[in-house]
């Protein structure tokens, strides 16, 4: 009997329940590492084989496991007892990674934690009904309520330690990244209101209808802009793209600057228009592929807020400046600005899911990844390099996604009863947001309330400030009440 017992104790505290290098056993890899295959009546153990990757991890690592290969700190097992390297938690920021980007809104954080806790909990369970067969078939007793609950409390904690430490970094590169980006979204809203306050001063004289050729003509550039966007962003990269909208617009910017009649700005109007709708496309796009799948919404709300802020900040910079000697210095905030990106050009990274598009061999690929995620080895790079690859061939249109023509995705989004609701929603919304003449007070709200209040300026600066709160309170009612909520 005191055997028995001394053998219980001895399997109780085998794997994850006495080290932190502990066998969750049983959990299902994705399908890139290795495919199902049909269980086997009896699997014997096969003695898992060190990978590539795991070679680089510390020779310290290697040795806590005797007479084995290093695994990870969990590991799965297939049923035909191949082990795979990705950790219940691993699996949870997989998932996400597979959703399309539009469907990452606020609150992934929330919703990834509680993904990965059920990841953990299964685990825990696996390991624990694992164990009980392990001491059945040695002393013919399975274990105890008391030993089962004790086993699952010590290996969830030590799941959600891991949980812990795996919590996502946000990098130098990533804040580079988000700060260039959100730039050009700033100056699109800047644009969209600068010509508000000033018109009564810039070239005092000039006809109602050169005005609003002036104003009018950056929605024409706006359209141009974004459809050449959607083709050099895959041609020439999310990096190159934006080399070329940070370039226009500070082409535009010193046309505006330095205009000597009506006619120049209006065509510098039509050039920060057409870097206005390049931008709006490019921005989310490479936002989206360099944010991890949790910041997704986060960083989706903030280009946005970038905009708003942007029209924000021109009326606010017209109290000083609407003047007859100072409304070059408005304008001249676009040529600042664009300086400002130009200098930490040298330093934002190209989309590694883009590069991983042209050849999912790419070193370089790899190398951003290492520095966008703060990784260390190089078994956690091949897990997020699989990531993205995984997310890009599950999202495609088609099984030759990088030949897939926009018309081609369109329809397939159409016809995918999982995004079909969310895009019509989606085109619904912005048609209306057009169409109910938002803009037009954006453009003209000085004129509007001329003769109404003492301070025209005054009022079209509340209306910039209260679609700035509105569009901060937006994460707040998602995360409360949910999108649908956000969306009544």
């Not at 269980?39 to 040795?63: D, F, G, T, V, W």
């Not at 008391?146 to 699952?152: F, G, K, V």
């Not at 606010?316 to 200098?343: C, D, M, N």
């Not at 070193?363 to 997020?384: N, T």
Request: aromatic share 10%.
């Amino acid at each position: 009997m005191a055997a028995n017992e001394d053998e219980r104790r001895r399997l109780l505290e085998q794997g994850n329940g006495s080290s932190p290098w502990y066998n969750t056993a049983t959990m299902p890899t994705p399908h890139y590492h290795h495919p199902f295959t049909q269980p086997l009546q009896n699997p014997a153990p096969q003695e898992p084989q060190m990978s590539e990757a795991h070679k680089s991890q510390p020779a310290r690592m290697a040795s806590m496991v005797p007479g084995q290969q290093m695994l990870t700190k969990s590991y799965s097992v297939h049923a035909d007892g191949a082990p795979g390297y990705l950790t219940p938690l691993q699996l949870g920021r997989h998932e996400l990674y597979e959703r399309v980007p539009f469907t990452a809104v606020f609150g992934m954080q929330q919703k990834e934690r509680n993904i990965t806790e059920a990841f953990a909990s299964y685990a825990a369970d696996l390991d624990t009904l694992e164990q009980d067969q392990i001491v059945y078939s040695r002393t013919n007793q399975h274990l105890s309520e008391l030993e089962r609950d004790s086993r699952r409390s010590r290996a969830s904690l030590l799941l959600m330690d891991e949980l812990e430490m795996d919590a996502v970094l946000v990098t130098t590169p990533l804040i580079i990244a988000i700060f260039v980006a959100g730039l050009c979204q700033f100056l699109v809203g800047y644009n969209t209101g600068v010509m508000n306050a000033p018109s009564s001063v810039v070239f005092s004289g000039h006809s109602t209808l050169e005005w609003s050729w002036a104003v009018s003509v950056f929605a024409v550039g706006g359209p141009l802009g974004a459809i050449a966007a959607g083709t050099l962003v895959d041609t020439r990269g999310r990096r190159g793209a934006m080399a070329i909208c940070i370039y226009t617009f500070l082409i535009g910017g010193v046309i505006q600057t330095t205009a000597k009649n009506m006619m120049f700005i209006t065509m510098s109007r039509f050039v920060i228009g057409f870097a206005s709708g390049f931008s709006s496309v490019l921005v989310p796009i490479y936002l989206g592929e360099l944010a991890p799948p949790t910041l997704r919404g986060t960083l989706g709300t903030l280009t946005q807020f970038c905009l708003v802020t942007g029209i924000f900040v021109s009326d606010l910079l017209a109290f000083p400046f609407a003047t007859e000697k100072g409304w070059r210095i408005l304008f001249s905030v676009t040529v600042v600005a664009s300086v400002v990106q130009i200098l930490c050009f040298p330093f934002l990274i190209e989309s590694p899911r883009w590069l991983l598009g042209r050849d999912r061999a790419s070193r370089r690929a790899r190398h951003i990844i290492k520095k966008l995620r703060g990784l260390r080895y190089d078994h956690e790079i091949e897990i997020e390099v699989n990531h993205f690859v995984s997310a890009s061939h599950k999202q495609a249109c088609d099984n030759n996604e990088e030949h897939t023509s926009s018309k081609v995705a369109f329809f397939a989004m159409l016809m995918d009863k999982q995004i079909r609701n969310l895009l019509v929603c989606s085109l619904a919304l912005q048609m209306a947001q057009q169409l109910c003449g938002i803009n037009a007070v954006f453009y003209y709200s000085t004129m509007f309330f001329e003769g109404l209040i003492d301070s025209p300026l005054l009022g079209t600066t509340i209306v910039g400030g209260v679609n700035v709160a509105a569009t901060r309170n937006v994460p707040v009612v998602d995360n409360a009440r949910g999108v649908s909520a956000g969306i009544l």
